[in-house]
């Protein structure tokens, strides 16, 4: 297992042109499985499921990619970790795979005091807002602090998940994030909710729970 991080900024394209290329060799047992920190340029990114109404206003960039989801917005302050597994030598289970990203990120938001929960419906990690006002029919306010979206070929997985440290929160106002449009749910990060964390924290916090979600495949 390999982790890289970058610490300049890294071209979206770029990225996964070099995720394409480990995806591939790792399917070919010519590399080891990688999880790769980096962060973007701001950059809006459409997955499999994009909706053209859910891009509101196009200030930054747009790349149709192929991982699944909708439209999300990448950033600095924003943690990507491109996770590319060999599920084949693990578990076969894309549902499985994705409930141990948000597990993944559900412990390394807790070394930092936030309770991160799933929501069966929507993937990704989301913290309770009262402060914040209540839906139409009084649905309690929350807010999604980490996205996912993935891409399996061979069994190797790649794209992966994106922790909200300290971004622009504003850049988001160009899209629906992920399709939703409920006024009671929105985007935070670790910053917004009083939880400022520095990017190597954050890193060594996602190094630290990894082998205990994903075990280590030698």
């Not at 970058?6 to 999880?35: F, H, K, N, Q």
């Not at 948000?102 to 990690?125: C, H, K, P, Q």
């Not at 009671?184 to 996602?206: E, K, N, Q, Y």
């Amino acid at each position: 297992m390999e982790w890289r991080a970058s610490t300049d900024l890294v071209e979206y394209e770029e990225a996964v042109a070099e995720m394409e290329r480990r995806a591939a060799r790792i399917a070919r047992g010519e590399a080891p499985e990688c999880v790769w920190l980096l962060e973007h340029p701001p950059i809006y990114t459409a997955g499999t499921s994009a909706r053209d109404a859910d891009l509101l206003d196009r200030r930054f960039p747009v790349h149709r990619t192929g991982r699944g989801g909708q439209f999300t917005y990448h950033g600095p302050g924003q943690r990507i970790a491109y996770v590319m597994l060999d599920l084949a030598r693990r578990r076969r289970d894309a549902r499985a795979y994705v409930c141990g990203l948000e597990s993944w990120l559900i412990a390394t938001l807790a070394d930092f005091g936030v309770a991160g929960e799933r929501r069966e419906a929507r993937v990704g990690v989301w913290v309770p807002r009262p402060d914040k006002p209540p839906g139409v029919a009084g649905e309690p306010a929350e807010d999604k602090i980490a996205a996912i979206g993935v891409r399996l070929r061979q069994w190797v997985s790649f794209h992966g998940v994106a922790l909200n440290v300290a971004p622009d929160l504003s850049h988001f106002s160009g899209i629906a994030p992920c399709g939703v449009r409920e006024r009671h749910l929105g985007v935070t990060s670790l910053a917004d909710i009083g939880h400022p964390a520095r990017m190597t924290d954050v890193d060594a916090a996602l190094l630290r729970h990894f082998d205990a979600i994903f075990g280590d495949v030698a």
